[in-house]
Nanobody, 120 residues
């Protein structure tokens, strides 16, 4: 089993910054792409940013130029640096990753979510 533990959410004023972290632990042989999604009340869960194992990144248009995703493969951790935050960035942010265990079994995992609230 694999656990994803997120941290770094909170309340910030518009224009401020937050840094989210998501650490994977457990039965891990290799980790594939890691990503951040967000879900606002009454809306679907959408991709915010994604980073592959070789560092290739892609972002939702709404966050390009403001958010930066990165990963530390030695720590099995993915980060999301969020700058110039806007009220419309308010949502629960979820970490997501695909993991291969030592038995060559693949599974997709989600974190528990961390609340980000941006006040105007």
């Amino acid at each position: 089993q694999v656990q994803l533990v997120e941290s770094g959410g909170g309340l910030v004023q518009a224009g401020g910054s937050l840094r989210l972290s998501c650490a994977a632990s457990g039965s891990i042989f290799s980790i594939f792409a890691m990503g951040w999604y967000r879900q606002a009340p009454g809306k679907q869960r959408d991709l915010v940013a994604r980073i592959t194992s070789d560092g290739t990144t892609n972002y939702a248009d709404s966050v390009k130029g403001r958010f930066t995703i990165s990963r530390d493969n030695a720590k099995n951790t993915v980060y999301l640096q969020m700058n110039s935050l806007k009220p419309e960035d308010t949502a629960v942010y979820y970490c997501n990753t695909g993991v291969e265990n030592p038995k060559s079994q693949y599974a997709l995992y989600w974190g528990q979510g961390t609340q980000v609230t941006v006040s105007s």
